[in-house]
C-alpha cells in the first residue's frame, strides 16, 4: 500500500473511533506533507499523529494572539509555544474546546514574576477556577517551553472530583502534544487501532 492510500486508510480508522473532525484538509495536508520529505514509508503511527495535528491545531491569528478551536475531539499544540505570556490560557482554552462542557475553566491567571527574563528559568504561577474552585499550578519557566506536567494536574483534580474521564495524550515524537479527553477504555481501542499509545501521565 502506497503512502497516500494509508493516509486515507489511517483517516478512516480515526472516523470509526468517532473522530469525525478529521477533515479533508487534514488529509490533503498530510498527504503533502509525504511529497515534500519525499518519504517512501512511514508508520501509520505517524500518518496518524499528523493527520491529528493538523485536524486539531486550530488557527492561531499571530495579530491578535487569538486562538480559534477546529476540532471538539482533539487538541494539538507544539510545546514550544509562541505566545510565552499565555501558554497555559491558551492550553486550557485547547482543554475546553474537547471536554464537551463537562467542567469549566475560567479566570486563568499567568504570574510570571518568579521568572528570570534574562535566563528564562523560574516559576510561574498559572491560577485558574475549576468548576468556580480556586487551583494553582506552578509551573517550571524555561523560555518558550510548556511544562507538560500540567496535564497530570488537570488529572488530578478531575480525579478528586470523581470524574471517569482523564486527559490522555501522546508525543508524534517531536515537539507535537496531541491530547485527548476520554475514558481509560476508549483510549486502549485508540492505541489498539492506531498504534500510537495514549498516557494518562507525562511520568
Given amino acids: 500500500m502506497n503512502n ?3 493516509v486515507d486508510k489511517q483517516a478512516e480508522i480515526l472516523k470509526e473511533l468517532g473522530l ?4 479533508e484538509d487534514a488529509v490533503v495536508s498530510t498527504k503533502r506533507m509525504l511529497e515534500y520529505r519525499s518519504l517512501e514509508v512511514v508508520e501509520a503511527s505517524e500518518l496518524i499523529a499528523v493527520l491529528l495535528m493538523y485536524s486539531a491545531r486550530g488557527d492561531y491569528d499571530y495579530a491578535t ?9 482533539v487538541y494539538s499544540f ?13 492550553f ?7 471536554n464537551n462542557s463537562e467542567f469549566a475553566i475560567s479566570n486563568v491567571v499567568e504570574d510570571m514574576s518568579g521568572v528570570n527574563q534574562e535566563t528564562g528559568q523560574g516559576e510561574r504561577k498559572v491560577s485558574f477556577l475549576y468548576n468556580g474552585l480556586t487551583q494553582l499550578f506552578i509551573a517550571n519557566g524555561n523560555f518558550d517551553w510548556f511544562d507538560v506536567k500540567v496535564i497530570d494536574f488537570v ?3 478531575l480525579a478528586q472530583n470523581g470524574n471517569q474521564k482523564k486527559l490522555y495524550g501522546f508525543s508524534d515524537g517531536y515537539q507535537e502534544c496531541i491530547i485527548f479527553y476520554c475514558t481509560e477504555e476508549w483510549a486502549r481501542e485508540f492505541t489498539a487501532k492506531t498504534g500510537c499509545v495514549l498516557a494518562p501521565s507525562t511520568n
Avoid: A
Wanted: aromatic share 10%; proline share 3%; glycine share 6%.
Fill in 155 to 157: 488529572n488530578d483534580i
Fill in 78 to 90: 507544539d510545546v514550544e509555544v509562541f505566545d510565552i505570556e499565555n501558554m497555559y490560557s491558551l
Fill in 65 to 73: 494572539g487569538v486562538w480559534t478551536p477546529i476540532s471538539s475531539h
Fill in 92 to 98: 486550557f482554552q485547547g482543554i475546553m474546546s474537547i
Fill in 20 to 23: 469525525s473532525d478529521i477533515s
Fill in 4 to 6: 497516500k492510500m494509508n
